[in-house]
């Protein structure tokens, strides 16, 4: 391939990635999950409530307390039951003590903290099980302010990083935004696809570039979903807690912040720099974590 083909096809790679971290069979701990689930990116088309309307926990319901130095505790009701190869990751993770002493590197207001990544940065990380795993999106858990997701790379590889959406602007979602949204990555996929036929099969760069096509394929049918469920229930949320709905079924959520609202937003407003890259979004000082802690309502 020319180098003005490759260049062409690296920067819509670039301009893929939203949210990005770089990234075996698994034992499972609470929750029955399968090789399957951590492999290959899966949908899950749910009626249940999920993350929208009041959420609080109840007995028996998993959840995480994230203590964080000089700013305090996050407490996140986890859904096992709708993203469960995601909860058992993260709480594995979280036993094993893994976030102990990692960071928040990214902050971006009105959109979300990110942080938990193995070198502070948002790579170097592996799942519990070993390298990577796929999105697992189910349609009854949406980005709501306070929503627990995974960050990911243009692949939809999954490892150890997170984010927590900040922005509780109300928004004014409607079904046809999704639709608009599948769209676009749907003509994204096809740009892929038709860059596969100009490597080579096997090479590194035709892996690349197929790794990107099956995400934008899967983002799109995953979007696609998020709209065709799209309930009252959905909208009025976002109308009040608000959250950042672009992100609905392109990323995974496995979370609902019940408490700490305050240190999300005090978080949100520290002083930020630039990161390197030209984006002010590093945090001028250390937002570190001191340990993530799994517990079982009563």
């Known amino acids: 391939m020319n180098k003005i083909t490759k260049a062409f096809c690296a920067a819509a790679l670039c301009a893929a990635m939203l949210l990005s971290g770089c990234s075996g069979s698994s034992q499972p701990g609470t929750v029955a999950v399968s090789d399957k689930q951590a492999t290959e990116a899966r949908l899950i088309k749910s009626t249940e409530a999920g993350n929208s309307g009041e959420v609080k926990l109840e ?36 036993k094993r003590g893994d976030y102990n002493g990692r960071n928040f590197h990214r902050l971006k207001e009105n959109f979300m903290i990110q942080g ?36 990911s790379n243009m692949f939809g590889d999954l490892s150890d990083g997170f984010y927590i959406v900040n922005s509780k602007t109300p928004m004014t979602v409607e079904a046809s935004g999704y639709t608009n949204s599948s769209s676009n990555y749907a003509q994204q996929a096809a740009v892929y696809q038709m860059y596969l036929g100009m490597y080579e099969e096997g090479t590194g760069d035709y892996k690349m570039c197929k790794q990107a096509y099956e995400y934008s394929n899967f983002a799109s049918e995953a979007i696609k979903a998020m709209g065709e469920t799209f309930t009252d229930a959905v909208k009025d949320t976002y109308g009040t807690k608000g959250g950042t709905p672009t992100l609905d079924g392109a990323y995974t959520v496995f979370g609902q912040t019940v408490e700490g609202f305050d240190v999300i937003d005090k978080i949100t407003a520290v002083e930020k720099v630039d990161d390197g890259n030209g984006n002010i979004t590093k945090p001028a000082v250390d937002i570190i974590i001191d340990k993530v802690e799994i517990f079982t309502a009563e």
């Open 59 to 94: 007995s028996g319901d998993t959840y995480a307390v994230i203590s964080i130095r000089d700013f305090g505790d996050i407490k996140i009701k986890l859904y096992p039951d709708l993203a469960p190869y995601s909860v058992y990751n993260f709480t594995e993770l979280a």
């Open 116 to 151: 938990g990544s193995a070198n502070g940065m948002g790579g170097g990380g592996q799942s519990i099980d070993g390298g990577s795993f796929k999105n697992e999106v189910n349609t009854s858990l949406r980005h709501y302010y306070g929503a627990l997701c995974y960050a």
